[in-house]
């Protein structure tokens, strides 16, 4: 019962009630040396990824040439302000997600698109690996206009070549997944300050197409 019901997402009046004050995190990324939270600088752009463990995902990003910072936290749930404790519970509806924000003439979307489908399995519903939950589902959230466009081709894209594998559905969902929770302190940079840390991405070892020409 256990099992199935972290497997579940829970209903909205059913999600824990949250608190109104928000996490306190760092003013400045451990790595990078760059603000935690807005206003970033002019130009910079944003996108948040759920893929698993938010530990191994955002340093995924974080080492990606013209990203300006990255967060952990949790989005596209219920509970206002959730701590880990109540994520992991299945009662917030949030799921683990890194924001990254970067710059847009050093590094493309679609080159942000092409690692995120390449560092998990967007195919496994619930869950990645041995995390079972569904903090664990798999999400694109922020995107709109031509970047939501270009987000849902990628998947698009990239499910077909998943088929040709004999992977089953995409089960990533993209959608706003309104506001961005900062997970806490100890979560930001994770594997910056444990190195031997665990890590839990896990890729299909299929190639992602986004940004290959379509005559391909």
């Known amino acids: 019962m256990l099992f199935r019901r972290k497997m579940e997402m829970v209903d909205e ?34 996108v948040t990824f759920g893929m698993g463990c938010f530990w191994g995902a955002e340093r995924l990003f974080w080492q990606t040439p013209g990203v300006h910072s990255t967060a952990s936290g949790y989005v596209a749930g219920f509970t206002p302000n959730p701590t880990y404790e109540e994520v992991c ?16 003439a050093e590094v493309t979307l679609a080159e942000l698109l092409k690692r995120f489908w390449e560092g998990h399995d967007p195919t496994q519903g619930m869950r990645q690996g ?26 698009d894209r990239f499910a077909a070549r998943l088929a040709e594998r004999g992977f089953g559905d995409i089960t990533t969902e993209i959608v ?17 300050k444990v190195p031997n840390g665990y890590c839990g991405l896990g890729g299909t070892g299929v190639t992602c197409p986004v940004g290959i020409a379509t005559a391909e």
Request: net charge negative.
């Open 13 to 46: 009046a059913d999600a824990l009630p949250g608190r109104s004050q928000a996490m306190p995190v760092p003013a400045v990324h451990a790595v990078l040396g760059t603000s935690l939270r807005p206003p970033f600088p002019d130009g910079i752009r944003t």
């Open 89 to 104: 519970s299945g009662r917030t509806g949030h799921t683990e997600a890194v924001l990254v924000a970067y710059d847009p």
């Open 130 to 155: 041995n995390d079972v939950g569904t903090q664990y589902r798999s999400g694109i959230y922020g995107l709109r206009g031509a970047d939501l466009e270009a987000a849902v081709a990628s998947r």
């Open 176 to 192: 706003d997944g309104g506001e961005f929770f900062y997970a806490e302190d100890y979560h930001q940079q994770y594997l910056h």
